[in-house]
């Protein structure tokens, strides 16, 4: 094994050609070794039975006559005697006039026929398949026929094996070659995904795969490839808008705070209270850079899927202490249902409440309603608004970060439009949904959340998920 680790080809076209040698040569040898049995036996039963046929004709023969000279071949066989019960060879053939009897050996008790294969010493010396038929004949008495066939000791030796082995490296040459080209051409698709990977880079990410014509697993591979590359192009153009959205959301109190700070230093004679006035404006840009990188920071955490502290937390005593708590223009109501218990993140939740009312008490006339009831397996938690209301164009833009709409940037000029948009991402997180409708209630808008009940299996999904949220919240939204 340690040897084979050294020599395993390192491409996988070599591991492919070397695995398929290794699983077709101990077969082929197999198959080789039988056949080259089969073949030596086939040869040796047809030569005995050649020599058989000629026996039987001269035992024929002697039964009613004998032979004046030499025993004529029959049946092309050339080595033939006749041996008496004495060992006395009393007629042969030409080939074998003079010579001892081909064998010794005579047939068992109760049996007329023997077959023996002979090689003498001499390597040159033929080989002999000798059969012998014991009959009883008028003219010699009880004797036995003795006939051979010859044949070359290499013919059923070395020169077969040789001649099986070469058959053997030709068939293993041909699966290799085959083996090699089938490998090569199996993954010239792959050779192909990976120059259209290689040529990819973070500037150009519109390039997509080639999709092979094999209509294999290397299909399913480069859609799915392209497919990654797809959200890969997805989420590099939502993270350059985030930057550049971010840069210009950060550069505004920015420039607002450098201006006030040169206007102050380049007045000679300053009026009084003209510095507190400018440090109470620094300290709103300072809050609002506050919150926007509060903000910015949540986000990071909510889309690189920071882990908190799942517990079970009831929706319906949220909004009540958040109720109790809180200070608003608008009269806030509540319809409360028991059973509204999910698992999350506590403080996140909260901050996705105060976003949602902070929100829906920007654009309300009077009225704002939150509404928390348990819907099958399903917790939902609703705020009502009796104000102008989203244009159903434009609801699913208030969730995009930064987006904010006209109405909006009139009625909170220091927002970042970042409040809805982590709203989303918390219920998100959390296995849920947060979208923006019409208000059934108060005809305003309605932004409705759904989270999966504490006792579903699929709240096991939000339970590992989410971040350590601020416990700020600034309200902010797109609407």
Do not use: K
Not at 18 to 36: Q, W, Y
Not at 222 to 247: C, P, Y
Not at 251 to 265: D, F, K, S, W, Y
Request: hydrophobic fraction near 40%; charge should be negative.
């Amino acid at each position: 094994m340690g040897m084979w680790r050294r020599l395993r080809p390192r491409s996988i076209r070599g591991r492919a050609t070397a695995g398929s040698l290794l699983i077709v040569t101990p077969p082929l040898a197999l198959a080789l070794a039988l056949v080259g049995v089969g073949v030596e036996h086939e040869s040796e039963r047809a030569r005995f039975d050649r020599a058989g046929a000629a026996a039987r004709q001269v035992a024929t023969r002697i039964e009613s006559q004998g032979y004046e000279g030499a025993v004529p071949p029959t049946a092309g066989v050339l080595r033939i005697q006749v041996v008496d019960s004495a060992g006395e060879v009393v007629a042969a053939s030409a080939a074998v006039q003079g010579d001892p009897p081909l064998i010794s050996a005579r047939p068992d008790d109760g049996d007329f026929l023997v077959e023996e294969s002979v090689c003498p010493d001499g390597r040159d010396q033929e080989c002999l398949s000798t059969v012998g038929i014991e009959t009883d004949s008028e003219p010699y008495g009880p004797v036995i026929v003795y006939t051979a066939v010859a044949y070359s000791r290499g013919s059923a030796g070395p020169l077969l094996q040789f001649g099986l082995a070469g058959v053997g490296v030709l068939v293993l040459a041909a699966t290799g070659w085959m083996a090699w080209r089938g490998a090569g051409r199996a993954l010239r698709p792959v050779e192909s995904i990976r120059r259209d990977l290689e040529r990819l880079s973070a500037g150009d990410l519109g390039r997509r795969l080639r999709i092979p014509t094999t209509g294999d697993e290397l299909v399913r591979l480069a859609r799915t490839g392209n497919a990654t590359l797809d959200r890969l192009e997805r989420a590099m153009n939502r993270q350059r808008s985030f930057v550049s959205d971010a840069s210009h959301e950060l550069r505004n109190p920015i420039a607002g705070m450098r201006t006030r700070l040169e206007v102050e230093l380049a007045d000679p004679d300053p009026e009084p209270g003209a510095a507190r006035r400018s440090l109470e404006g620094l300290l709103q840009d300072v809050e609002r850079l506050q919150r926007i990188v509060g903000d910015l920071l949540e986000l990071a955490r909510l889309d690189a899927d920071v882990a908190a502290g799942a517990t079970e937390v009831d929706l319906a005593e949220l909004v009540l202490a958040e109720a109790e708590r809180r200070v608003s223009a608008v009269e806030v109501g509540t319809d409360l249902s028991p059973g509204a218990r999910v698992r999350g993140d506590r403080v996140r939740l909260g901050r996705v409440l105060t976003n949602l009312l902070a929100n829906a008490e920007r654009h309300a006339r009077a009225h704002v309603l939150v509404v928390v009831r348990p819907e099958g397996d399903t917790a939902v938690m609703e705020v009502h608004d009796d104000g102008a209301g989203i244009p159903e164009a434009d609801r699913e833009r208030v969730f995009e970060r930064f987006a904010r709409l006209a109405e909006s940037r009139r009625r909170d000029p220091g927002g970042s439009g970042l409040g809805l948009a982590i709203s989303r991402e918390v219920a998100e997180s959390g296995g849920g949904t947060l979208t923006a409708g019409a208000s059934p209630v108060l005809g305003g808008a309605v932004l409705v959340m759904r989270l999966p009940l504490a006792g579903d299996a699929s709240a096991g999904a939000a339970a590992d998920r989410g971040g350590t949220g601020s416990t700020e919240a600034d309200g902010e939204d797109g609407r």
